[in-house]
């Protein structure tokens, strides 16, 4: 089975850093276009960042030039850590963050957390 699971998330201050992590496995996961999203009460949902499987990356405007996408399958294709460095950040940053497995074939930031699967969140609190 799909098993997504995020850790890292945490309370920090304004200016200050995260790194979040996502343990996936249960799919061929040199295969698949992987990314986050996030989402905060009252805010729509929003796509992070996603890494296609040459590792090419692509983000959000709001987090271009503070977060970096990566990953690591260390050679296993059943299983890959998906890390979100976060940099810089603001208290517009405070959101759940969601670490994301796009559908086969689909690689754009916009379906992160529309379709595909996702795991359940880590908290980010960014205090001002």
């Known amino acids: 089975a799909v098993q997504l699971v995020e850790s890292g998330g945490g309370s920090v201050q304004a200016g200050g850093s995260l790194k979040l992590s996502c343990a996936a496995s249960?799919?061929?996961?040199?295969?698949?276009?992987m990314g986050w999203f996030r989402e905060a009460p009252g805010n729509e949902r929003e796509g992070v960042a996603v890494?296609?499987?040459?590792?090419?990356?692509?983000?959000?405007?709001s987090v271009k030039g503070r977060f970096t996408l990566s990953k690591d399958n260390a050679n296993d294709n059943a299983k890959m850590l998906l890390f979100l460095q976060m940099n810089s950040l603001q208290s517009e940053d405070t959101a759940m963050y969601y670490c994301?497995?796009?559908?086969?074939?689909?690689?754009?930031?916009?379906?992160?957390?529309?379709?595909?699967?996702w795991g359940q969140g880590t908290q980010v609190t960014v205090s001002s």
């Open positions: 994301s497995r796009l559908m086969y074939g689909d690689c754009s930031i916009r379906d992160l957390g529309i379709s595909g699967r």
């Open positions: 249960g799919f061929i996961v040199s295969s698949f276009c």
């Open positions: 890494i296609d499987r040459d590792g090419g990356t692509s983000y959000a405007d």
